[in-house]
């Protein structure tokens, strides 16, 4: 069965330079392209990366609450409308995100509080990473997505530093080797970590394949609706039509009694 390929949302949440985000962002985009295609997951998924560095939002700015605003035009600037656009564009969202302090960094937050309906009901998966993998920051992160009513994977990936070296390069945003080009061949997150990202990925999928079949249900319900409508109306129209033309034969038939009931109209006809 061929399925419509999902577009899912790489975000890139680190705005900090320099900065190891945009390499681990990458290195989960190539580990989810290496997966075996299952008979559960949808093919030709695009995932494309989202720069929260580039885009550069001022913090938020909007007069209205996004919760109060259905009309993604509406929006008092002209980055939020973009902002809105972008996330508009995608099925769902894989947040990767480095741990400050036990939590999540300034940036994703305002990103996330930019916008509400553009967020709702899609699903999230959320990379964390840092000296002992982010936990912290993973699980307040998930929550925040709740927030916007996101629909937020079981299982949230954790990557730990190996050591205060990888840290410390990490930091200054350094080439991590991540693809095995180092000494180590299966890169630094091996086996258990790319199984984590292949479950957390599954399961995304899954949510945005029910969302798929939830909208799709909708819209066929929709167009059900109208269709019955239309045919509804087709039918009073020939109803009426039906109706009028009863009345018409009804009034041309009582003429032609009242008619015959007056009599001949004319002398010569009486004589006959």
């Not at 560095?53 to 609450?65: G, I, K, R, Y």
């Not at 000296?131 to 079981?154: E, S």
């Not at 009599?263 to 004589?271: I, L």
Request: net charge positive; hydrophobic share 35%; aromatic share 8%.
């Amino acid at each position: 069965m061929t399925h419509t390929a999902a577009k899912i949302g790489v975000i890139v949440c680190s705005s900090r330079k320099p900065r190891a985000c945009p390499q681990i962002s990458q290195f989960i985009i190539d580990t989810i392209n290496s997966l075996p295609l299952r008979g559960d997951r949808i093919n030709n998924t695009i995932l494309s990366l989202i720069d929260l560095a580039e885009w550069n939002l001022p913090m938020f700015d909007e007069s209205d609450v996004p919760s109060q605003v259905h009309d993604p035009t509406k929006y008092d600037h002209a980055h939020t409308r973009a902002w809105a656009q972008e996330v508009l564009r995608y099925d769902a969202f894989i947040f990767v995100v480095p741990q400050y302090n036990w939590g999540y960094p300034a940036v994703v937050k305002n990103a996330i509080d930019y916008l509400y309906h553009e967020w709702k009901g899609k699903a999230a998966m959320v990379v964390s990473y840092g000296g002992h993998g982010g936990g912290k920051c993973n699980a307040q992160l998930r929550q925040v997505l709740c927030g916007v009513n996101m629909i937020p994977t079981a299982t949230g990936v954790e990557l730990s530093f190996p050591g205060r070296e990888f840290t410390v390069k990490a930091a200054r945003g350094k080439n991590l080797e991540l693809d095995g080009s180092g000494k180590n061949p299966a890169g630094v997150w091996g086996g258990a970590e790319r199984e984590q990202i292949a479950k957390a990925y599954n399961e995304l999928l899954k949510i945005v394949g029910a969302n798929g079949l939830q909208k799709a249900w909708k819209s066929a319900t929709m167009k059900l609706g109208m269709a019955k409508k239309e045919i509804s109306r087709k039918y009073q129209k020939n109803d009426q039509a039906a109706a009028d033309a009863h009345a018409e034969r009804r009034a041309g038939s009582g003429s032609g009694e009242e008619r015959r009931a007056a009599g001949p109209s004319s002398p010569e006809a009486a004589e006959h």
